[in-house]
């Protein structure tokens, strides 16, 4: 990975922003919105992969964190320029990537229901 200027900063940012995609592909065929060997399904953009998703996910009356709903643009652009283009991230971006990466993960893997009345 050296001689083309990618560091250990850059791949733990992957390793997690890739791991958001599977997540969001995983929950999807889980609540049916696609399945994995849908062509169709691979061409659409991530981002609304996750919009569709996480509307989903609100409509089953699963607990969705509010400030993880929409990502932010900034952290699009930062997954844009690190997957796509070999940005290297600084050690508090790492950070950031890890934490917000670990939200997200565990928001959408979890299966915690709002509580309803009845």
């Not at 399945?35 to 691979?42: N, S, V």
Request: charged share 30%.
């Amino acid at each position: 990975m050296k001689n083309i200027g990618l560091d250990a900063n850059w791949m733990i940012s992957v390793c997690y922003l890739i791991a958001i995609d599977i997540a969001v592909n995983k929950g999807r065929t889980k609540l049916e919105i696609s399945y994995p060997d849908d062509k169709k399904e691979m061409n659409l953009p991530f981002e609304q992969r996750y919009r569709e998703l996480i509307d989903a996910m609100k409509k089953e009356g699963i607990v969705i964190n509010e400030i993880l709903r929409p990502l932010s643009e900034a952290f699009w652009d930062m997954r844009t320029k690190i997957v796509h283009y070999g940005h290297i991230p600084s050690p508090k971006e790492v950070q950031l990537i890890v934490e917000y990466s670990q939200e997200i993960i565990t928001m959408i893997t979890k299966e915690e229901k709002k509580d309803t009345v009845e």
